[in-house]
């Protein structure tokens, strides 16, 4: 069984940063994908920042020049560093790994105050 748990996430102004983590129980590099999500209340989980096995990366329009994805094979983690963060990126953030199987963390909850 995969474990996915993530932190760093919390309460920032607007323009401030934060840094979530996401710590696997096994390689990193055993899942094809790992990425990023948030969910809002009453809305579908949105993919924010994706790497592949390869270290490419893609991110969604909303975040482009702010959030970097990246990771730590020698701890396990993947990383989002989120700066110049705005109200409207508040939201429960989410990591997900999956290729082969899909697995998910509990989420953080990031809130951006104006």
């Known amino acids: 069984q995969v474990q996915l748990v993530e932190s760093g996430g919390g309460l920032v102004q607007a323009g401030g940063y934060l840094r979530l983590s996401c710590a696997a129980s096994r390689s990193i590099f055993s899942f094809g994908y790992m990425a990023w999500y948030r969910q809002t209340p009453g809305n579908q989980r949105e993919l924010v920042a994706l790497i592949n096995s390869g270290g490419s990366t893609d991110y969604a329009d909303s975040v482009k020049g702010r959030f970097t994805i990246s990771r730590d094979s020698a701890k396990n983690t993947m990383y989002l560093q989120m700066n110049s963060l705005k109200p409207e990126d508040t939201a429960v953030y989410f990591c997900?790994?999956?290729?082969?199987?899909?697995?998910w963390g509990q989420g953080t909850q990031v809130t951006v105050s104006s």
């Open positions: 997900k790994a999956f290729g082969p199987g899909t697995y």
